[in-house]
Every structure is written in C-alpha cells, then in structure tokens.
C-alpha cells in the first residue's frame, strides 16, 4: 500500500514569493491533515479535513495561508505571501478514522530567506 | 499549562536498560492517546495507541495509561541504539476532535 505522498520535498523561495505544497494521503483515508512543525517542536495542527470538507481550520492563518482538497483526493497548501516566519516543514498527514492514528507523508521543508 | 506536556530531554540512557517516557495532558474527557517516534530528518510515525487504563504491551514497547492522574507514559525495554530518536506523545482533545502533540522527548541509546 503507498503511503502519504507529498511535494515537494524542499523548497527555497524568497520572502513575500508564493508557494505551494502538495499531499496524496493514502487511498480510502478520509480524513486529512496539514501539520506544521518548527524545529525541536512537535506537529501543530494548520487544517482538518473530513472528505472535502475543512472542518477545523481555526489555526490556520488565513491572511496568507490557502488550503483546499477537491474531490476529497489530494490536497494544496498554499502561502502568499511568505515570510521569514514560515520557515518549517509542512507534513501532511491522513488517517481512516480520523481518531489520532496519523500516518505522515515525508513532509516539505520550507526555507524563506 | 500547556495541553500537552513532555520533558524535552535529552535522555540518556544506556544500552540494554529500561527508558521512561512521561506525558502529561490537561483535556480530562480525553480518551485516545498515541505514541509516536520520528527519526532526525523524518517524520512522525505511529508506535503506540492506548485507550483505557492500564497497561498496553507491544513487543519491547508499553504504554501506560492513568486518567485520573492525566498521565502517559511509554516504556521501552532492551532498548537498542535504533531507539534513539524523538518520541511525541498525542492526545485525541474530545472536547475538539482536535490531537494535540506535545514537543516530544529525545531519547539517546548509548552503547
């Protein structure tokens, strides 16, 4: 079975630049989340979704931050503009039950210089 | 007080002997916690889930659980230097449907 996928992997852009991430969560995995963590911290949760629809996005910054999944599938996230700030990386993680058991993608390391 | 609390570490702790990983959490309807190790550069994933009070056994890995006193704790026997690695501890908030993380525990397996 293929796991979560994302892309890409790393990304270096300048500040005030867009960018956007991509996730492929496991087929038949409803429930999808984009996490973002910093270093030497653990997961913080940006976005839940349940099928296409987000149901938690309390905690992401929705002045710069965009998510969206169409068709309950894949899933972009998308920064603009970015900021020295929103250096981390980005895991994508979905789960069949949406009850804390996460399996993550390898995740997309974000550099804003 | 943080949702969910960890020791950061570093813990050190010779090969072959017992580590102890503790976690606290403040959600007292909580009832779902996880166990997750991530490798330096790697991402999180899964190890342990427990659900009821008590103890959980999974090969060299035990997952403690005391709901009255809002704690968790995971035990490693035989540990190995494979084991080196962050450990986060995971709450299910009910309340929320929302899992929180705590920052997660560097265990060091010296030979």
């Known amino acids: 079975e293929a796991g979560v996928v994302q892309s890409p992997r790393y990304k270096i852009i300048e500040k005030k630049q867009p960018v956007a991430f991509w996730c492929n969560p496991i087929s038949g995995h409803n429930t999808l989340y984009w996490y973002l963590q910093n270093l030497g911290q653990g997961p913080e949760l940006l976005i839940r979704y349940e099928n296409e629809e987000a149901v938690d996005d309390s905690q992401l910054p929705k002045d710069r931050f965009s998510a969206e999944r169409l068709k309950g599938v894949d899933s972009t996230l998308k920064i603009q503009p970015a900021e020295l700030g929103d250096s981390a990386v980005y895991l994508c993680?979905?789960?069949?039950?949406?009850?804390?058991?996460?399996?993550f993608g390898e995740g997309s390391r974000l550099t804003v210089l | 007080q943080k949702e969910v609390e960890q020791n950061s570490g570093p813990l050190s702790v010779p090969e072959g002997a017992i580590a102890s990983l503790n976690c606290t959490y403040s959600?007292?309807?909580?009832?779902?916690f996880f166990w997750y190790r991530q490798y330096s550069g790697k991402s999180p994933e899964l190890i342990m889930s427990?659900?009821?009070?008590g103890d959980k056994e999974d090969g060299r890995f035990t997952a403690q659980l005391n709901k009255a006193s809002q704690y968790v704790s995971l035990l490693i026997r035989d540990s190995q230097p494979s084991d080196s690695a962050t450990y986060l501890c995971?709450?299910?908030?009910?309340?929320?449907?929302?899992?929180?993380f705590g920052s997660g525990t560097r265990l060091s397996i010296r030979p």
């Open positions: 995971a709450v299910l908030y009910s309340s929320a449907s929302k899992i929180i």
């Open positions: 993680a979905s789960s069949p039950r949406g009850d804390g058991e996460l399996f």
């Open positions: 959600d007292r309807v909580s009832q779902s």
């Open positions: 427990i659900y009821s009070n």
